[in-house]
């Protein structure tokens, strides 16, 4: 359980609990979450995902791992789902409970309440709940790395702002819900601060890392001016991509997509144009 961590937000939130005479409701919400995150991290491990620590946040947890985007979106589909699809056990688990008398009926409505709240707020599709997670793979279905990593960011900082005028409007004295919106907003800002590393490092694991068999196959027609790292910035996640080298109007070469990763890495090729990458190999 070395890998386990628990964020300043929940030692804040255990305080307040600790402090008030709260310390069921904490218990209540501890588990929850603890078994949220258990069900990512079992599902992680089935696919032998290289996990980096497991965080654990007043309103779910954070799953991190040596990945970097480049495991089958399938597979990561099953990775996230596996958090929310605890709820719907430990709803079944309370419920038989509240009918062996094991919890009366405040406990079980308390539960309740907890229970699918953490579920629907991780559900929001901002980033990085499981929502902005999901939402991820739903552009990268359709755009390059690059692109839908851009596209989440801008769709989950509109859902962010979104939430806000809703808290703002409804339920303005609420502190959970402001400590929610802190750490979601630097949670974006850090990831879009971090943006072009991400992509770099989703370039440097697919160079450097495991060799995995990829989804399919997807040629990258690209013109013989174009530089190296505008190539880059068109790969897809799970697919493999040959380079079309393209001018005026014809095919005149094509390139595996290890050698750009290999130029750009090893040779340090950033502002190469594909027509002399194409002499060299």
């Known amino acids: 359980m070395a ?11 255990m305080g307040i609990c600790l402090v008030t005479g709260y310390i069921q409701q904490f218990l209540c919400l501890f588990l929850i979450v603890f078994i949220h995150e258990l069900g990512h ?30 495991r089958p979106l399938k ?18 688990a309370a419920w038989l409970f509240f009918l062996m ?19 629907l707020i991780n559900l929001l599709p901002i980033w990085p709940l499981d929502g902005g997670k999901l939402a991820f793979i739903l552009f990268s279905k359709y755009f390059p790395y690059q692109t839908a990593h851009r596209y989440s960011l801008l769709s989950s900082s509109l859902f962010c702002l979104l939430l806000l005028l809703w808290f703002a409007a409804v339920s303005p004295m609420q502190l959970s819900a402001w400590i929610l919106l802190v750490f979601l907003t630097y949670s974006l800002y850090d990831e879009y601060r971090k943006r072009h590393f991400t992509h770099i490092r989703f370039l ?30 068109k790969f897809r996640r799970d697919c493999k991509h040959p380079i079309h080298i393209e001018k005026d109007g014809r095919t ?16 340090k090729r950033t502002n190469t144009s594909m027509e002399e990458l194409m002499y060299l190999y």
């Open 75 to 92: 597979e990561e589909l099953v990775v996230i789902a596996a958090g929310p699809i605890q709820h719907v056990l430990l709803q079944l």
């Open 252 to 267: 005149i070469s094509e390139l595996d997509e290890n050698e750009l990763l290999h130029a750009y890495f090893a040779e």
């Open 41 to 70: 991290s079992i599902a992680a491990l089935f696919f032998s995902w290289r996990v980096k620590r497991i965080l654990l946040l007043p309103f779910g947890g954070l799953l991190e791992a040596e990945e970097h985007g480049n």
């Open 3 to 13: 890998k386990l961590h628990i964020h300043p937000c929940l030692w804040v939130v």
């Open 204 to 233: 440097l694991e697919r160079y450097y890392g495991k060799k995995r068999e990829l989804g399919r196959l997807t040629p990258i027609k690209v013109s013989a001016d174009d530089k190296i790292l505008d190539v880059l910035s």
């Open 101 to 119: 008398s094991g919890i009366n009926q405040s406990q079980y409505d308390m539960f309740t309440f907890y229970n699918f709240s953490i579920l």
